[in-house]
């Protein structure tokens, strides 16, 4: 069983920072390709961005250029550097990653982008 807890979280003026992270237990994740996913208030959860077991990032059009996605793979960990923040930024992001055919979410953590 995978567990995946987020943290790092807050409110954060425009043109702020934040840097989530993302801790995996249960299996070592280093072979698998994790997620950062959002979902704002009434909107569908969106990919932000994805990283390959060796670093590889890709991103969604939204987080180009602003937002960094990284890992520790020998501490389980996934991270999200997410500067020039928006308030069209607010949302809950979500750690994820597939297992297979199973899917595993974490709870979640509130960003908000607001003066």
């Known amino acids: 069983q995978v567990q995946l807890v987020e943290s790092g979280g807050g409110l954060v003026q425009p043109g702020g920072s934040l840097r989530l992270s993302c801790a995996a237990s249960g299996s070592r994740l280093i072979i698998y390709t994790m997620d950062w996913y959002r979902q704002a208030p009434g909107k569908e959860r969106e990919l932000v961005a994805t990283i390959t077991p060796i670093g590889v990032p890709t991103y969604a059009d939204p987080a180009k250029g602003r937002f960094t996605i990284s890992r520790d793979n020998a501490k389980n960990l996934v991270y999200l550097q997410m500067n020039s923040l928006k308030p069209e930024d607010t949302a809950v992001f979500y750690c994820?990653?597939?297992?297979?055919?199973?899917?595993?979410w974490g709870q979640g953590t509130q960003v908000t982008v607001s003066s």
């Open positions: 994820h990653v597939r297992l297979g055919s199973k899917e595993y």
